[in-house]
T-cell receptor, first 116, second 109 residues
């Protein structure tokens, strides 16, 4: 497809279970971002990838959160031992490499995570 | 981290009215951005502003990059029902983006 895709679109899980969220960026985009959006809130930065490496993980809220990116393409965000406060929409965005000059970010539709 | 203050939080207007929303920051940015998010979708870029003082239009939308590089506003003229959604400002420096908390726009036909 032409845009950023994310799966699943919705995920309901029980507290304490692990979840994996997937992001397929636009082909050729080397930069990839994960954000969290709680109900009625703005976007909270989680992690940034340039290629397969993550030079900025400063937004990950706890060590239960991790992310990886393989082959410079698909990325997976993993949340271990989910808590109810993890319920949110998780958005992925990709772009050409971000340096001093801005390159447009393109967002996926998000994964809505509900932790019961 | 850098925080963006976006106001108003929500607006209820009549179709045909003009709308204005703004964003301020304690830090300067190299680029200011305005996005719109429809329910169940990711934000979509409306306007990008690249230098201080820049005024840019995109159809009924007009946005300005503040001269201090710490603020920006977005105006929507002659609103229509499909303008309904959440509007976000964002600032960009190097490889990082910082988002405002959004302005929820409701338009009554």
């Amino acid at each position: 497809g032409a845009g950023v895709s994310q799966s699943p679109s919705n995920k309901v899980t029980e507290k304490g279970k692990d979840v994996e969220l997937r992001c397929d960026p636009i082909s050729g985009h080397t930069a990839l971002y994960w954000y969290r959006q709680s109900l009625g809130q703005g976007l909270e930065f989680l992690i940034y990838f340039q290629g397969n490496s993550a030079p900025d993980k400063s937004g990950l809220p706890s060590d239960r959160f991790s992310a990886e990116r393989t082959g410079g393409s698909v990325s997976t965000l993993t949340i271990q031992r989910t808590q109810q406060e993890d319920s949110a929409v998780y958005l992925c965005a990709s772009s050409l490499a971000q340096r001093e000059t801005y390159n447009e970010q393109f967002f996926g539709p998000g994964t809505r995570l509900t932790v019961l | 981290g850098q925080q963006l203050n976006q106001s108003p939080q929500s607006m209820f207007i009549q179709e045909g009215e003009d709308v204005s929303m703004n964003c301020t920051s304690s830090s300067i940015f190299n680029t200011w951005l305005w996005y719109k998010q429809d329910p169940g979708e990711g934000p979509v870029l409306l306007i990008a502003l690249y230098k201080a003082g820049e005024l840019t239009s995109n159809g009924r939308l007009t946005a300005q990059f503040g001269i201090t590089r710490k603020d920006s506003f977005l105006n929507i003229s002659a609103s229509i029902p499909s303008d309904v959604g959440i509007y976000f400002c964002a600032g960009h420096n190097f490889n990082k983006f910082y988002f405002g908390s959004g302005t929820k726009l409701n338009v009554k036909p």
